[in-house]
């Protein structure tokens, strides 16, 4: 006897176990300028020891002048990014074939190919497009165009799939990130009522899923304290009691 087909009771049905779907609005980022910045704070907070002239060498340097403005706006950029993409990944296949049969398309490697695309509001005095400016003046020095240490300038960014409670769902942390493109931005009389827009394309090497049970090559975490939010799937168990979640940090990625 054929099996009977789905009908809308069961979409429904299957929807409201699963919590519902997930809107593309609903969502948050956090980004991370690169980790020299934060011996560059210590600095500026002694510049009010140091000499006038030796305070204005100081605060030329690159480092300081985008710690003093991460502190500052670091926390609006996060808040004012209009849209973002998840990025992808790849398997990069190549085709073998044995004798005369059919060839096969056979995983040799993979890659994260591309960038992240992301658009920032812009206040009144352009602030978002100042701290990319900033952050690109650690990848290279405008003025002896020569580029820096790689290490200097990579910071890491993390997306996150909200609910409608605003609960965090689902979340990826990209590594190795840095704005490679800041894009133009085109004025006209005609726009009188739109916000000023700037679009950021980020280079990355590698992203992980934040709210997996485990990832291939990586230490599991457990979390010493059980979560009562929603990341992922079965995250309770059959009593409803919430389980313990393994979550991917810093040191797992190579960090401290």
């Avoid at 809107?23 to 020299?36: C, D, E, F, L, M």
């Avoid at 952050?135 to 890491?156: E, L, P, R, S």
């Avoid at 939010?229 to 079965?234: I, Q």
């Amino acid at each position: 006897m054929a099996e009977k087909q789905p009908t809308i009771q069961n979409f429904i049905s299957s929807m409201n176990v699963s919590g519902g779907f997930a809107r593309t609005s609903k969502y948050a980022v956090i980004i991370t300028p690169p980790a020299i910045i934060a011996s560059a704070t210590d600095v500026d907070a002694r510049l009010d020891n140091l000499t006038p002239e030796a305070s204005a060498i100081l605060q030329s340097f690159a480092p300081v002048q985008f710690a003093q403005l991460s502190a500052q706006v670091g926390r609006q950029v996060n808040l004012h990014c209009n849209s973002i993409s998840m990025p992808g990944h790849d398997l990069q296949a190549q085709d073998v074939q044995h004798g005369s049969a059919p060839g096969r398309q056979m995983v040799r490697s993979h890659d994260y190919e591309g960038t992240i695309d992301a658009s920032f509001y812009l206040d009144t005095y352009l602030r978002e497009r100042h701290f990319f400016e900033q952050w690109q003046k650690m990848a290279v020095n405008v003025n002896t165009h020569k580029a820096n240490y790689y290490d200097n300038y990579i910071g890491t960014m993390e997306i996150f799939q909200l609910d409608g409670r605003g609960e965090i769902t689902y979340g990826i942390k990209a590594t190795e990130v840095y704005p490679a493109t800041i894009a133009g931005i085109e004025y006209a009389y005609a726009n009188t009522n739109q916000i000023a827009m700037q679009s950021v394309k980020f280079q990355y090497r590698q992203w992980y899923n934040m709210t997996a049970d485990s990832i291939a090559g990586y230490n599991k975490v457990q979390r010493d304290i059980p979560s009562d939010k929603n990341y992922g799937p079965n995250i309770r168990d059959a009593n409803g009691v919430p389980r313990p979640v393994t979550f991917i940090t810093d040191k797992d990625l190579g960090g401290v």
